[in-house]
């Protein structure tokens, strides 16, 4: 089984057990990468433009690619005869707040950041994971609602607990205003669904590299940990279903659920930011 990464303006597909690189594309924009995988089609997106790829051997012909070595795109390239929808507006906006791309996380995937940095991201983090359920509460989904308490308590007893702390009041100032914000968002049903979306959509990527990273570079903390990210590294599900929902809702609103995308991707980077700032010498 692969796991599909975008890194820069590249598809890559990694072997899940070994982390081996199969296959890289490069796709014709110089623009971040945005991608969906439902379980069969694979689809990337940037620069404006949205292909479909293969997901055995895109940006492969047969053979194994030396370093820094790319292939000729192989994607199919989707009809542009119409404006892009709503949703895959929003996925601009998330590739140029890119999470996967920020300092702190690529410091975790590489085991540079310190445990004590990561024991602040599980307390002053958690603050803004608490909020997600009121998220799908006001969208419409209370099943999916139920299942993020759960998942926020699984932070709180694995996660958090496993780094000898517990989920608080955030004390820094980056996550504080990211909580308000999405308190603020998830009140109405259209700027709920843009902001979600925003978090939802990078979330199965995240997650696969956050849980990557403790494994392979953390061996002294509990396995534990890693159980919430486990929980959504293949949870493509959801963003999913909240594309339909943003792409069906009527003018007005669907500006309104892109410019809530945006304000949360912003505030999602910044709150790393705030976290990640003790740490940068």
């Known amino acids: 089984m692969f796991v599909y990464v975008g890194i820069k303006n590249a598809v890559v597909a990694l072997d899940d057990r070994t982390g081996a690189e199969i296959w890289r594309t490069q796709l014709h924009g110089s623009d971040y990468v945005t991608m969906l995988w439902d379980g069969e089609a694979l689809f990337a997106a940037n620069s404006g433009e949205v292909w479909r790829l293969d997901p055995q051997s895109s940006g492969n012909r047969g053979g194994s690619l030396a370093s820094g070595e790319y292939e000729p795109f192989q994607g199919e390239r989707m009809s542009t005869d119409q404006a892009p929808t709503t949703s895959r507006r929003c996925d601009g906006v998330i590739a140029h707040h890119s999470l996967l791309q920020h300092p702190f996380y690529v410091a975790w995937s590489e085991g ?125 599900h959801e963003p999913s279903l909240l594309a339909a929902e943003i792409d069906s809702l009527g003018d007005v609103d669907r500006e309104r659920a892109l410019g809530a995308c945006e304000r949360m991707c912003r505030g999602l980077y910044d709150a790393l930011t705030g976290i990640h700032t003790s740490y940068v010498h």
């Not at 996660?159 to 308000?180: C, D, H, M, N, W």
């Not at 403790?214 to 890693?226: A, D, F, I, K, V």
């Open 112 to 236: 540079t950041l310190p445990v004590a940095a990561l024991s602040d991201y599980a307390r002053e983090y958690g603050a803004f994971v608490d909020t997600i359920a009121q998220g799908w509460d006001i969208v419409g989904s209370p099943e999916i609602a139920r299942v993020e308490e759960e998942h926020a308590d699984i932070w709180d007893k694995t996660f958090a607990a496993g780094l000898g702390t517990s989920v608080t009041s955030p004390q820094i100032e980056q996550v504080a205003k990211l909580v308000e914000i999405s308190r603020e968002l998830f009140a109405e049903r259209a700027t709920a669904l843009g902001g979600l979306y925003g978090f939802e959509a990078q979330q199965p990527q995240t997650a696969q590299s956050k849980l990557k990273g403790l494994r392979e570079h953390y061996p002294q903390l509990p396995q534990s940990c890693g159980e919430y990210f486990n929980l959504h590294r293949h949870d493509y």
